[in-house]
């Protein structure tokens, strides 16, 4: 049988594999690698020069319309990332992006590239920077990644409620300048982009959320004890004392789609996300 399969008779014709045709470099336009010779049949619309397949292409989508990509929420959507990070990485590489994977957490991210290593500005990638947090939401958000520790530790619901929000609020909030209104204003700003970012997620009860894993990659900490300092640094700090100024931004990006959201919330004195 091995005879068979690897002795051609000399007055047959021998026929190349299609794939094996298609694959060297040499007969491939310039600039054009092995990588990029998917093939998937016919094209999925008129007009379609792209040779991804569809769970390929669905899952490029994802990664661009941010904020993450969550693998425990969607095994499937998670297992198609690994199994084409070449590809993805490739396509990513040419909107000057990043694929970055946390597998413990099952996670995945987008970064654009440094700017000064392209030799161009941030205006070269099509994810911007979200709007810096104010010191109180950033004290809250800080708390939220404490509490996500904790719970990943005892391996229970890392969960939150509305009221414990604004209880760390109004505890964090300056002695003597205590507004049941504002500090009510900030909490549900707090809520709507922390939710709107993916970082809290809605459960099945109302004014209860779960705490993303995600929130590791959006506010990293190299040692988890560092926090406590951040939060007292905060606490001292003297020249916000509303506590509603921008202060920080979040080490996380967004796509462009975003802009739209943003144009519809009203403009306030508390920490937009930038």
Do not use: C
Not at 77 to 84: A, R, S, Y
Not at 89 to 109: M, N, P
Not at 175 to 181: I, R, V
């Amino acid at each position: 049988m091995t005879e068979e399969m690897t002795t051609a008779d000399a007055d047959s014709p021998v026929v190349e594999p299609a794939e094996s045709a298609a694959m060297p470099a040499s007969s491939m336009g310039s600039g054009v690698t092995p990588r990029d010779t998917f093939v998937d049949g016919a094209a999925l619309f008129p007009g379609d020069t792209g040779v991804l397949p569809m769970k390929v292409r669905q899952a490029l989508v994802k990664l661009l319309k941010g904020p993450y990509v969550d693998g425990g929420r969607d095994e499937k959507l998670w297992t198609t990332l690994l199994d084409n990070q070449l590809i993805l990485r490739s396509r990513l590489s040419e909107l000057f992006l990043t694929l970055q994977l946390d597998h413990e957490r099952k996670i995945a991210v987008l970064r654009p590239v440094d700017p000064e290593a392209i030799g161009g500005s941030a205006r070269s990638s099509i994810l911007r920077q979200q709007r810096a947090l104010s010191r109180v939401e950033t004290i809250v958000l800080l708390r939220l990644r404490l509490l996500l520790d904790r719970h990943v530790t005892a391996q229970t619901d890392p969960t939150i409620t509305r009221e414990e929000i604004a209880e760390l609020v109004a505890h964090y909030q300056p002695a003597g300048q205590q507004d049941a209104l504002r500090d009510s204003d900030v909490v549900n700003r707090a809520i709507t982009k922390l939710l709107a970012r993916q970082l809290l997620l809605t459960t099945g009860l109302d004014d209860v959320y779960t705490i993303s894993n995600a929130l590791p990659l959006a506010l990293p900490f190299d040692n988890i004890g560092d926090i406590p300092a951040q939060i007292e640094a905060l606490i001292a700090a003297t020249a916000d004392p509303s506590g509603t100024e921008p202060l920080i931004e979040l080490d996380a990006d967004r796509s462009v789609s975003d802009e739209e959201a943003d144009s519809d919330e009203t403009p306030a004195t508390g920490g937009e996300a930038k």
